[in-house]
């Protein structure tokens, strides 16, 4: 299997674009997460789903940011409009369990200018 | 309550020595306690887990050491070695009252082994 697969690696964009973010996560497992991380908050759970719906959104800072699963096999996290302290990396990670291991991506590292 | 305390926030370590990061909790809902190393440019990698059932578990160079009633789980690298220098991660994880699941993670340990 080839992992939690992100992309992109890297996004530079001016304040007030729009950013779409995306994953694929391994194949079975039922559970998809995204986080943010930063210096100053460490890792923070956005959003989780289980079985492509959402279950947990609380970690969503604000309604410029959306997440959708539209099947098993892929999620997006959209930022509209950016804002220069959205900049961080951020990560989607994948569980066959909600209380068990997570196996995240290597991140989408996003720089708002 | 959802707090979980890690120390320290770096550490130097010289090659074959043992390094020790420490934990704390506070909620007693937790009962997955996860370690996880992170290198620069990739996410957390799971190292070892452990629930409170136990009070060590051990994998290669690796073992978690928990202590349910201080409410403290530990991460001990025998025989450290340079490959480990890394950010290392704990976490608690319990359900909460409203049913869902969350993950809480420390705020991450520098580690750097010297050749």
């Known amino acids: 299997d080839a992992g939690v697969i992100q992309s992109p690696r890297h996004e530079v964009t001016e304040m007030g674009q729009e950013v779409t973010l995306r994953c694929k996560p391994i194949s079975g497992h039922d559970y998809l997460f995204w986080y943010r991380q930063t210096m100053m908050r460490g890792l923070e759970l956005l959003i989780y789903?289980?079985?492509?719906?959402?279950?947990?959104d609380s970690g969503m800072p604000e309604d410029r940011f959306s997440a959708k699963m539209p099947n098993a096999s892929f999620s997006t996290l959209k930022i509209q409009p950016s804002e220069p302290r959205d900049s961080a990396v951020y990560f989607c990670a994948s569980s066959l369990s909600p209380d068990y291991g997570y196996t995240f991506g290597s991140g989408t590292r996003l720089t708002v200018v | 309550q959802q707090q979980v305390k890690q120390s320290p926030q770096s550490l130097i370590v010289q090659k074959g020595g043992i390094s020790i990061i420490n934990c704390a909790y506070e909620n007693t809902a937790f009962d997955y306690f996860p370690w996880y190393q992170q290198f620069p440019g990739k996410g957390p990698a799971l190292l070892i887990a452990?629930?409170?059932?136990?009070s060590e578990k051990k994998e290669g160079r690796f073992t978690i050491s928990f202590n349910k009633s201080a409410k403290q789980f530990s991460l001990h690298i025998m025989d450290s070695q340079p490959g480990d220098s890394a950010t290392y991660f704990c976490?608690?994880?319990?359900?909460?009252?409203?049913?869902?699941?969350?993950?809480?993670f420390g705020t991450g340990t520098r580690l750097k082994v010297l050749a």
């Open positions: 789903f289980n079985n492509n719906v959402p279950i947990d």
């Open positions: 976490a608690a994880n319990g359900r909460k009252n409203s049913g869902t699941y969350k993950y809480i």
């Open positions: 452990i629930r409170p059932d136990v």
